[in-house]
């Protein structure tokens, strides 16, 4: 069977750029490898190292301008700047901890900032022309999209592992140079592009095709992490390994450009197929022409919709055609507080699970970190595939987000109960939990409010994060580990264990942070109350739009 690999400069050619660039886009979770470097080496206390880290996270309010400028110049524009801002935040990180410049702390936090704001600009543009070039399989290129931002930061820590450990400063260097060289090559091929037919009829099921090489590059790294924790490796045996992983890589980033022969591949759907969101519905001087059109054929005015009650079929029963009618709209701020509660609870755990792990004795939180890492990926790419399956079901997207809510709370609760096999399928489902949300909720913002400000929306919701992890973390998990820290020590006699410095304001057991994971538990169901007012406020809208 002959097959074609010939790549056309069209919507295909452009997802596996996105693909390659939001691979490199998820390097803000790769902090842990280099956090107690630079605590050691500009001898930061703890608290300046949580700092610097909060900054990092609040990095994304440098995104939010992403999303205007998508709207008024070309991608490659959005692109550029996301580049520029990466290499100088990345760069000055690096030459700070290598102890060629020596800026103030809260300088370096706001490189920091700058460096991890600008993935998201690059974020902006890969989603924002991937809903453009697949209205159809919005969600299922969601999924694919965001898997590769989940897979990223694992993907760079075995490449530090196998060639530069324990070299920081060179993957410090690693992560300036290597996202800004793809960011710049593939910015020219990450843009919307006429698909009014299918530009080649005889395509395989490209969508299925690379879903399937995701699962099974992330399902290698698990197999990879797991086995670190029970045999010592080899050199040969890492190369080997990075070599497996990189090959997989590059057929998943090859998977889109592939054509088939028509006699060997019948037409086959791409993901699954949704209702088209009618872009031409924000196109306002052509639908005020085709309104007084009906009206001069003698149709009832009061069927013919206004221009100002267009909207994109799924939001066409609330007229939110502007930025300030969705600004207005309750379910808008629902999504908001649900993800805020929610992720912000994910990230929370994140944060704090090196910390789990050491109070409970669980050794190495290495395996632990890669499994939220991998099941991220699986988070992002399952929601995105089976939310759309529900919703050619009957069911609206906002149901999967009730789901992800309630998945959240159970990890909560698992992890509070302090034992070991419950951290490894707490720290799976922390992973998948997190990674859905930010599948779900691109989806959902372009089909309720319409892809005109979609890119504003979404950035603005990529705000609740941070602030939730950081009164989640700090002012709830951290309060209430440090009074239980007190009280290990009163009941160990002053001094923690196992004996050292380092340790003293340590604690150890299942209730050094379960009070913590509980009241986070008790949280994520005031979040899931909030998506089932969600999955209410947005049902019929989404039942019209399954009608139209």
């Known amino acids: 069977m002959t097959i074609f690999c010939v790549p056309?400069?069209?919507?295909?050619?452009?997802?596996?750029?996105?693909?390659?660039?939001?691979?490199?886009?998820?390097?803000?979770?790769?902090?842990?490898?280099?956090?107690?470097?630079?605590?050691?080496?500009?001898?930061?206390?703890?608290?300046?190292?949580?700092?610097?880290?909060?900054?990092?996270?609040?990095?994304?309010?440098?995104?939010v301008l992403s999303g205007l400028f998508y709207n008024m110049y070309p991608p490659w524009v959005t692109i550029g700047i996301g580049a520029a801002l990466h290499f100088f935040g990345y760069t000055m990180v690096w030459m700070t901890v290598a102890?060629?410049?020596?800026?103030?702390?809260?300088?370096?936090?706001?490189?920091?900032?700058?460096?991890?704001?600008?993935?998201?600009?690059?974020?902006?543009?890969?989603?924002?022309?991937?809903?453009?070039n697949y209205e159809e399989q919005r969600g299922t290129a969601m999924g694919i999209l965001k898997a590769q931002l989940g897979l990223s930061g694992a993907i760079f820590v075995m490449i530090y592992e196998v060639f530069l450990e324990p070299n920081v400063n060179q993957f410090l260097l690693l992560m300036s140079l290597v996202p800004t060289l793809a960011?710049?090559?593939?910015?020219?091929?990450?843009?919307?592009?006429?698909?009014?037919?299918?530009?080649?009829?005889?395509?395989?099921?490209?969508?299925?095709?690379?879903f399937i090489t995701v699962l099974v590059l992330g399902i290698f790294m698990m197999v990879s992490l797991a086995s670190k924790e029970y045999f010592k490796e080899s050199k040969l045996l890492q190369l080997m390994t990075i070599t497996i992983m990189l090959s997989i890589m590059?057929?998943?980033?090859?998977?889109?450009?592939?054509?088939?022969p028509r006699k060997f591949f019948p037409p086959s759907s791409e993901g699954i197929d949704l209702p088209?969101?009618?872009?031409?519905?924000?196109?306002?001087?052509?639908?005020?022409?085709?309104?007084?059109?009906?009206?001069?054929?003698?149709?009832?005015?009061?069927?013919?919709?206004?221009?100002?009650?267009?909207?994109?079929?799924?939001?066409?029963?609330?007229?939110?055609?502007?930025?300030?009618d969705a600004l207005a709209d309750f379910n808008f701020w629902l999504v908001f507080l649900v993800v805020t509660i929610g992720a912000?609870?994910?990230?929370?755990?994140?944060?704090?699970?090196?910390?789990?792990?050491?109070?409970?004795?669980?050794?190495?939180?290495?395996?632990?970190?890669?499994?939220?890492?991998?099941?991220?990926?699986?988070?992002?790419?399952?929601?995105?595939?089976?939310?759309?399956?529900?919703m050619r079901r009957g069911y609206p997207r906002t149901l999967c987000l009730l789901i992800d809510q309630m998945i959240m709370a159970l990890c909560c609760?698992?992890?509070?109960?302090?034992?070991?096999?419950?951290?490894?399928?707490?720290?799976?489902?922390?992973?998948?939990?997190?990674?859905?949300?930010?599948?779900?909720?691109?989806?959902?913002?372009?089909?309720?409010?319409?892809?005109?400000?979609?890119?504003?929306?979404?950035?603005l919701v990529s705000l609740g994060p941070p602030l939730g992890s950081y009164i989640l973390s700090a002012k709830v998990m951290g309060s209430l580990y440090d009074e239980e820290a007190a009280l290990y020590r009163q009941k160990s006699g002053g001094a923690s264990v196992p004996a050292?410095?380092?340790?003293?304001?340590?604690?150890?057991?299942?209730?050094?942070?379960?009070?913590?994971?509980?009241?986070?538990?008790?949280?994520?169901?005031?979040?899931?109350?909030?998506?089932?007012?969600l999955f209410l406020g947005t049902k019929r809208a989404y039942h019209k739009n399954q009608v139209k």
């Open 183 to 210: 960011y710049v090559l593939l910015a020219f091929f990450v843009r919307p592009f006429d698909h009014t037919e299918d530009e080649d009829p005889s395509a395989p099921p490209r969508f299925k095709m690379a």
């Open 500 to 533: 050292g410095g380092d340790d003293l304001n340590n604690c150890y057991g299942s209730k050094c942070f379960g009070f913590g994971l509980v009241a986070l538990s008790l949280v994520s169901l005031v979040g899931a109350a909030a998506s089932f007012l």
């Open 99 to 132: 102890g060629k410049v020596a800026p103030s702390f809260w300088l370096l936090c706001m490189y920091s900032a700058v460096g991890n704001g600008g993935d998201n600009w690059i974020d902006t543009a890969c989603m924002m022309t991937s809903l453009q």
């Open 344 to 390: 912000g609870t994910g990230v929370a755990i994140i944060n704090n699970l090196a910390q789990i792990g050491k109070s409970l004795r669980a050794g190495g939180t290495d395996i632990y970190v890669g499994l939220i890492s991998v099941w991220s990926c699986f988070g992002r790419l399952g929601s995105g595939y089976g939310s759309d399956l529900l």
């Open 8 to 63: 056309r400069l069209d919507r295909w050619l452009g997802l596996s750029a996105a693909m390659i660039m939001m691979g490199c886009a998820g390097l803000t979770y790769t902090y842990a490898v280099y956090s107690e470097h630079m605590k050691q080496r500009l001898h930061f206390s703890q608290e300046d190292v949580d700092d610097i880290g909060a900054a990092k996270d609040l990095g994304g309010v440098v995104g």
């Open 413 to 459: 609760l698992l992890l509070a109960t302090g034992l070991i096999s419950s951290l490894f399928i707490g720290s799976a489902l922390t992973g998948l939990s997190y990674g859905a949300y930010w599948t779900l909720i691109p989806a959902i913002l372009s089909e309720v409010f319409g892809v005109q400000n979609f890119t504003v929306l979404y950035k």
């Open 250 to 260: 590059l057929i998943m980033y090859t998977i889109p450009l592939i054509r088939f």
């Open 276 to 324: 088209k969101l009618e872009t031409k519905a924000y196109d306002l001087q052509d639908a005020e022409e085709e309104r007084l059109n009906l009206l001069k054929t003698g149709a009832d005015p009061s069927q013919v919709l206004t221009h100002s009650q267009i909207a994109t079929p799924a939001a066409a029963s609330t007229g939110h055609t502007t930025l300030k």
